[in-house]
């Protein structure tokens, strides 16, 4: 009877409150598409999971993609802004260059590894979905891609020696980044967000090189 009474709430708190559908479903992602897997998952298994009915994730969702595409921008938005909070941090602008990608990469790390649900879902079950995805995700990428080049032109200028093209660089460093968090997504006991910081440090300190060829890491 409890039981029946409850599903009879839902359905009508469902009806009027479209916000608490889309949370409903969003969270219902999340957990499905890490745990069974993006193409294992149904829109029925994502409405029995969120308790609402089909009609109304067709009212918040285009499709079961559209889901997955609002998934992955929720979680690189709030690495992407907590990169940019750290641009600000106090010390920024004085720190060693070292210092400054970790920080960056820290912020970003901490911020896109918190739930290794999310993780999963981001940077594993996005992968090779779909032409759209792919095209979603270069966009993405291209964000990045102009977010690195910033920094790699700031080192430049503090004396670094930047090894050949800047946007051949920041692009394979960008790649590194993906594959990196994909293999953390896979196997987030494995990969812990402190090793992933100082890999993405180390592999940015690498290209873009010591100043003016000297030994030294820091600017």
């Known amino acids: 009877m409890t039981d029946a009474v409850m599903e009879l709430w839902s359905g009508a708190r469902a009806a009027r409150d479209p916000v608490w559908v889309r949370a409903q479903l969003m969270s219902a992602g999340r957990t499905l598409f890490a745990v069974y897997g993006y193409a294992r998952t149904t829109v029925e298994d994502l409405c029995a999971s969120a308790h609402v009915e089909v009609r109304d994730f067709y009212r918040e969702f285009e499709s079961r993609e559209a889901l997955l595409v609002d998934l992955y921008d929720e979680v690189a938005a709030r690495g992407m802004r907590a990169s940019e909070v750290e641009l600000s941090a106090e010390g920024m602008e004085t720190c060693p260059t070292e210092e400054r990608v970790r920080r960056l990469f820290d912020a970003y790390v901490q911020a896109v590894t918190r739930d290794p649900r999310e993780s999963r879902v981001a940077f594993v079950?996005?992968?090779?979905?779909?032409?759209?995805?792919?095209?979603?995700?270069?966009?993405?990428r291209s964000v990045w891609i102009e977010f690195l080049t910033q920094e790699a032109e700031r080192a430049r200028g503090r004396g670094h020696c930047v090894d050949g093209n800047l946007a051949v660089v920041v692009k394979v460093l960008t790649r590194s980044v993906d594959e990196l968090l994909a293999h953390h997504g896979?196997?987030?006991r494995?990969?812990?967000?402190?090793?992933?910081?100082s890999e993405f440090t180390r592999l940015s300190m690498a290209m873009i090189g010591p100043v003016g060829g000297s030994s030294a890491a820091s600017g």
């Open 125 to 140: 079950e996005v992968l090779g979905v779909s032409r759209e995805m792919d095209a979603h995700l270069t966009m993405w």
């Open 190 to 197: 494995q990969v812990p967000p402190a090793w992933l910081t």
């Open 186 to 188: 896979r196997r987030p």
